[in-house]
């Protein structure tokens, strides 16, 4: 399964973006592609409702997005996200760290 | 005067350069990694690791404790290959160095995140880790989490005990973690299977993945045997159901099997402690 990501920044500064497919070592090169297309922004909503895989370069990912979230002074929403996939962020603590980003930033 | 002697034979081309460097890389690696593990008296421990490609970022180590204990670690540093084995290197200095004078394994983990937090952060990377202590006089193993899968405990009943769930972030997640620790006892005959999620997630030619049912089936199915029994058992489940599916990511297991009542750690950097 391949990779895919739809992203848009509206004229308001909100950031959508959609995972698509499988994220991993392999996908990540177009994933870090397309992050870097976005401009600036006051929020990001992920959603990850079609995403069936993620590996642990890919919550790499999703932990960068946290950390410039908090660089950048941008809120991130988390949405969609599959039983299976969450279960890895639970175990994983990046609920634990999105948590703790938002309520610094 | 002296001549200078110039060599006819052609420089080595990088491809072949870079192919000798990964394959001595890889040595270090298997040396530091499937080295010395510490004789046990009345219980056997088993640990091996298989990376996806020639070296990888699984990590497993065990530090035999003055006060008899064994501190056991099992681990996964984010993404495969030399990036992750060089950061794996890092972990186990880490874990060598805190092992020396932490009191226990929420300790551990907390002075390990605490050194590699900011080199984690500046590389983009992370580190999952389960850290325990065996107890052979009590049969307690305490164990702290920062992120990883939690071990299975496969009862002398032939059951597998659900271990006290127990979260906590990955190394490099957040600055100044304190680790909270949970205690189960095992009873004489208990197995304790530690693993890194490559096991489960391994896949085969459809893409279904290994799954933790499968893995807890084939613990079930070859209980009474051997650790080292027991660890071939698994990897051959694995190898039956990937077949000819290329390796996805590292595999790694501990297993420690409690035979008896009591257990003396004879290990090879701490006294001998009869009891």
């Known amino acids: 399964m391949d990779f895919a990501v739809e992203h848009l920044v509206n004229p308001n500064g909100e950031g959508f973006l959609k995972l698509i497919g499988v994220l991993d070592i392999y996908t990540i090169e177009k994933f870090n592609l397309e992050m870097d297309k976005l401009g600036p922004m006051i929020s990001l909503t992920i959603d990850f409702s079609e995403l069936y895989f993620i590996d642990s370069t890919g919550i790499g990912c999703i932990l960068q997005i946290l950390f410039k979230s908090k660089e950048h002074h941008f809120s991130v929403d988390m949405i969609g996200i599959r039983p299976e996939i969450s279960d890895i962020f639970e175990v994983v603590g990046l609920y634990q760290i999105w948590k703790t980003i938002q309520k610094d930033g | ?275």
């Not at chain 2, 084939?218 to 990897?235: F, I, M, Q, R």
């Not at chain 2, 008896?260 to 950097?269: K, L």
Request: charge should be neutral.
């Open chain 2, 1 to 275: 005067m002296f001549e200078k002697k110039f060599s006819h034979n052609a420089p080595d081309s990088l491809d072949q350069t870079l192919k000798r460097e990964i394959h001595l890389a890889r040595n270090i690696q298997m040396k530091l990694l499937n080295g010395k593990q510490p004789v046990l008296e009345n219980a056997q421990l088993r640990g091996s690791s298989i990376p996806a490609r020639l070296i990888g970022g699984d990590y497993y180590d065990f530090y035999p404790l003055m006060n008899g204990k064994l501190r056991i670690v099992i681990g996964d540093v984010m993404g495969k290959g030399i990036p992750a084995a060089m950061l794996m290197i890092l972990t186990r200095g880490a874990f060598r160095s805190a092992a020396e004078f932490t009191k226990g394994p929420g300790e551990t983990l907390t002075a390990m995140n605490n050194a590699l937090f900011e080199d984690l952060r500046s590389l983009g990377s992370f580190v999952t880790l389960l850290c325990a202590d065996w107890d052979p006089k009590t049969g307690r193993l305490n164990y702290a989490n920062a992120g990883h899968p939690l071990p299975l405990i496969i009862k002398h009943t032939k059951t597998i005990l659900q271990v006290p769930k127990l979260l906590g972030v990955m190394l490099g997640g957040l600055p100044h973690q304190i680790y909270e620790e949970k205690e189960i006892v095992l009873d004489p005959k208990d197995c304790v299977y530690f693993y890194t999620d490559g096991i489960i997630e391994a896949q085969n030619r459809n893409g279904e993945q290994f799954k933790r049912d499968r893995l807890i089936q084939v613990l079930l199915e070859n209980y009474e045997k051997s650790a080292e029994d027991l660890e071939k058992a698994v990897l051959k489940e694995i190898l039956d159901f990937a077949q000819d599916t290329p390796q996805r990511d590292d595999i790694t297991m501990v297993i420690l099997k409690n035979d008896q009542n009591s257990t003396f750690v004879s290990g090879f950097n701490s006294p001998v402690m009869n009891y």
